[in-house]
T-cell receptor, first 113, second 114 residues
């Protein structure tokens, strides 16, 4: 079956720098995408979402970019902080298949002081 | 805190046994989803219930079953447990059955099968 994948398993970032986490998805019919953050010992936490009719959406210190042409999703974190250290997952939703999310493999972000 | 609660937090049991995991969704949410997170498979969708009815199934084994009760809490039953069933089990809730809306995850239940 189709699935969402991540290219980089670990990303080391200096505190204060910007982080970019990438995600490739294979289902061109997916119409909704979410980024989740998972800290050690906790469940995934919603960060930001984007619908397929958009190509950019901004939140607090985070921006999600969607490029449907190449089926690519990215999460940008501005001024990365130690509290941003976590595993980040992208997930896709294909409305016709119901509201079930397909998750990527995750990227670990390590923020260096 | 997402507002989704799961019990127990940890569960250790032997192969062949049966366990029940419990989830209470956020107040007002009618949808409950179950996910399995293992080291080699990542986060995998298992099943979705909306207001007591099953809405979608994912990679859920026949040894596993779930239900959602009138008070909207849900239980995931795992039977004939195998070593490979050791994983984190998450439930998530959302307000609507379908459509474009985020899911809020509970803290998970860590199941260890020995």
């Amino acid at each position: 079956g189709e699935s969402v994948g991540l290219h980089l398993p670990t990303l080391s970032v200096q505190e204060g720098d910007n982080s970019i986490i990438n995600c490739a998805y294979s289902n061109s019919a997916s119409d909704y995408f979410i980024w989740y953050k998972q800290e050690s010992g906790k469940g995934p936490q919603f960060i930001i979402d984007i619908r397929s009719n958009m190509d950019k959406r901004q939140g607090q210190r985070v921006t999600v970019l969607l490029n449907k042409t190449v089926k690519h999703l990215s999460l940008q974190i501005a001024a990365t902080q130690p509290g941003d250290s976590a595993v980040y997952f992208c997930a896709e939703n294909w409305r016709a298949a119901g509201n079930k999310l397909t998750f990527g493999g995750g990227t670990r972000v390590l923020v260096k002081p | 805190d997402s507002g989704v609660t799961q019990t127990p937090k940890h569960l250790i049991t032997a192969t062949g046994q049966r366990v029940t995991l419990r989830c209470s969704p956020r107040s007002g949410d009618l949808s409950v989803y179950w996910y399995q997170q293992s080291l080699d498979q990542g986060l995998q969708f298992l099943i979705h219930y909306y207001n007591g009815e099953e809405r979608a199934k994912g990679n859920i084994l026949e040894r596993f079953s779930a239900q959602q009760f009138p008070d909207l809490h849900s239980e995931l039953n795992l039977s004939s447990l195998e070593l490979g069933d050791s994983a984190l089990y998450f439930c998530a809730s959302s307000p609507r059955p379908e459509g474009l809306n985020e899911q809020y995850f509970g803290p998970g239940t860590r199941l260890t099968v020995t």
